[in-house]
C-alpha cells in the first residue's frame, strides 16, 4: 500500500459508537484510491462532478466515511456522465475496469469504477460479470419539476428505460393496449434492437431531453421513491471538503441539499446501508474468492457477512 488515506488504518476504532475495524478501513482506503482515479480522469478531461448521497452526507458529518457505511458515490449531470463514460474507457488501466451495460454482463444505467484485484461479491450465481470494490459513478437527469412538460419527459425515460431491462414486459403491455408516453411503433422499435443498442437509444433519449426541467436526480433512485429531485441551480457550483486524509468536492449548498433528501442529517442513525451482504475483500480477488471459498460456511458464519 502507498499513500495512507485513511487515518490510523492499522488499528481498530469506535466512530459516533460504531466499531470501526481495520478491515473496514482497508475497504475504504481502496475506495478513495478509486476516487482518486476517477478524479485524475475528471480533471483531466475538464469533467465537473461532485461526491453525492451518504458520501455528501459522510464529508459534511463526520469529515469521512459515514462509520457503518462501505461505499463512495460520486455524481455528474448526464451530458458530463456521457463524456466521462467515454474518455474513461481509454484512461482506466488493469487491475481497474469500468464496468457499464457495454462492458460487462450486467444492465446498469450507471457505471462503477472498480478493482479487478478485490472482491465485492453480490451475485454468486454469476461468474461472468466484474466483481471487485468500486465505486459508483451516478448520471443526473431530468425528473419532473412541476411543469406538464418534465412530468412527460420523465414517463417516457421510464418507458425507454424499461425497453432495456425488461422489454418483455413492456412488449406483453403494448400488445395488451396500455397507454404510453411514448408512441407504441417507437416502442416496438426499440423492443427489437439489442441491449447495447436500447441502452444507447435511452441515454441518448436522456441527453436530448436534459434541458428540459429544471431538477435533477439518479432516475432509478427517484422512480423508486429513494431520492427527490433537486434543481440544478443548487448543483452547480462546489467547493472541497475534508473526507478521511483527502478533500473532495461537494455542492456550494450542500446542507440544504441534505436537509432536502434527509431531512435532519446532522444526527446520526446507524441504519444497514444497501451493501449488507456483500462479501469483501481487499486482498482477495472476486475470481479466486468465487473459486475457492466454501459457500456453506457463509451462511453460517455471519461475520464473513457483516463489514
Not at 471487485?132 to 412541476?146: K, T, W
Amino acid at each position: 500500500m502507498s499513500k495512507i488515506y485513511v487515518k490510523d488504518i492499522e488499528k481498530d476504532e469506535i466512530r459516533s459508537g460504531f466499531l470501526v475495524t481495520t478491515d473496514r478501513k482497508k475497504i475504504w482506503q481502496k475506495e478513495i484510491e478509486l476516487l482518486l482515479e476517477v478524479d485524475r480522469i475528471c480533471k483531466k478531461h475538464d469533467i465537473p462532478y461532485f461526491v453525492s448521497d451518504g458520501t455528501m452526507l459522510g464529508c459534511a458529518r463526520h469529515k469521512g466515511f459515514i462509520p457503518w457505511d462501505d461505499d463512495i458515490d460520486v455524481s455528474m449531470m448526464r451530458p458530463d456522465y456521457m463524456k466521462f463514460v467515454q474518455v474513461a474507457a481509454k484512461e482506466v488501466r488493469a487491475p481497474y475496469f469500468l464496468q457499464n451495460t457495454y462492458t460487462d454482463n450486467r444492465i446498469l444505467n450507471w457505471s462503477k469504477l472498480m478493482d479487478d484485484s478485490t472482491s465485492a461479491i453480490e451475485n454468486w450465481d454469476t461468474y461472468d460479470i466484474h466483481q471487485g470494490i468500486f465505486v459508483d459513478v451516478l448520471p443526473l437527469d431530468a425528473v419532473a419539476d412541476g411543469m406538464g412538460r418534465a412530468a412527460i419527459i420523465d414517463e417516457m425515460s421510464k418507458e425507454v428505460w424499461m425497453c432495456v431491462i425488461a422489454p418483455r414486459q413492456v412488449k406483453d403491455s403494448v400488445e395488451q393496449g396500455a397507454l404510453t408516453h411514448v408512441a407504441t411503433k417507437t416502442l416496438e422499435h426499440i423492443l427489437e434492437r439489442p441491449l447495447a443498442e436500447r441502452m444507447e437509444i435511452y441515454e441518448d433519449f436522456c441527453v436530448n431531453h436534459f434541458e428540459e426541467s429544471s431538477k435533477v436526480a439518479f432516475q432509478m433512485a427517484y422512480w423508486c421513491n429513494r431520492a427527490k429531485g433537486v434543481r440544478k441551480e443548487k448543483l452547480n457550483s462546489v467547493q472541497y471538503m475534508n473526507f478521511e486524509e483527502i478533500t473532495v468536492p461537494v455542492p456550494t449548498g450542500y446542507e440544504e441539499y441534505l436537509t432536502e433528501i434527509y431531512g435532519q442529517w446532522q444526527t446520526p442513525k446507524c441504519i444497514p446501508n444497501q451493501h449488507e451482504g456483500v462479501v469483501m475483500s481487499v486482498d482477495v480477488s472476486y475470481g479466486v474468492m468465487m473459486k475457492n471459498i466454501n459457500r456453506d460456511l457463509l451462511q453460517c458464519g455471519d461475520y464473513l457477512w457483516h463489514w
